[in-house]
């Protein structure tokens, strides 16, 4: 399967079959949000694998109850790591050492600075945080299609008690979860604005 047809099959899964996927499938998954892309290559997410029926069940319980969150195969936690943009002066070093970018003066001074030359750094990194894992949150997506396996993102749930369930590392913030698990549906695709609507000149 391309990676269009991968596009084009993918569906919000809410009915999955009760067959677990293989750690190693999890992980190749895993290796494709390792190698999205993110501002200034801070890689700023960290993911948590939760397996075991308990926590899934707790996690439906946070996430309004949803059923689909404890009966997928795995729930992948994803976070903003925000510890990586105290990084970023030396991401910008590393990718101007390999020649992967030009460097600006700009670019020189925040890399100096640590990164933090920014008038509403915290702002900032929010809005490049939530990007970074989003992308990377979407390479799983993308790839668990690839593999067969059904997934979904979820966004409603009571953030705190998530937060107390998954008890995140220092620095990281929980964004979103991602059901995975084979699927037991198979849902027609969705509406699609055209490209006239959306393509603008």
Not at 25 to 50: C, H
Not at 63 to 76: L, M, S, T
Not at 177 to 199: H, K, M, Q, V
Request: glycine share 4%; proline share 6%; with cysteine.
């Amino acid at each position: 399967m391309d990676t269009l047809q991968a596009i084009e099959s993918r569906r919000s899964i809410r009915h999955y079959k009760q067959k677990p996927i293989p750690r190693e499938t999890i992980l190749k998954l895993m290796e494709a949000a390792r190698l999205a892309p993110s501002s200034s290559n801070t890689q700023s997410w960290g993911f948590k694998i939760i397996t075991d029926s308990s926590t899934k069940k707790e996690l439906r319980k946070a996430c309004y109850n949803q059923h689909f969150v404890e009966e997928c195969a795995a729930v992948v936690v994803c976070c903003i790591d925000f510890g990586q943009f105290k990084m970023r002066g030396k991401r910008t070093r590393e990718l101007v050492r390999i020649g992967a970018v030009r460097p600006s003066p700009e670019m020189i001074l925040r890399s100096l600075r640590g990164g933090s030359d920014k008038e509403y750094e915290e702002e900032r990194n929010f809005i490049n945080g939530t990007i970074n894992v989003a992308i990377a949150a979407e390479h799983i997506v993308l790839a668990a299609a690839n593999s067969g396996i059904g997934s979904c993102w979820v966004r409603a749930f009571e953030h705190e008690r998530v937060t107390r369930i998954v008890n995140p590392p220092e620095n990281h913030v929980v964004l979103c979860l991602l059901t995975l698990g084979y699927p037991a549906e198979e849902p027609p695709p969705r509406p699609r604005r055209s490209l006239d609507e959306i393509i603008f000149e």
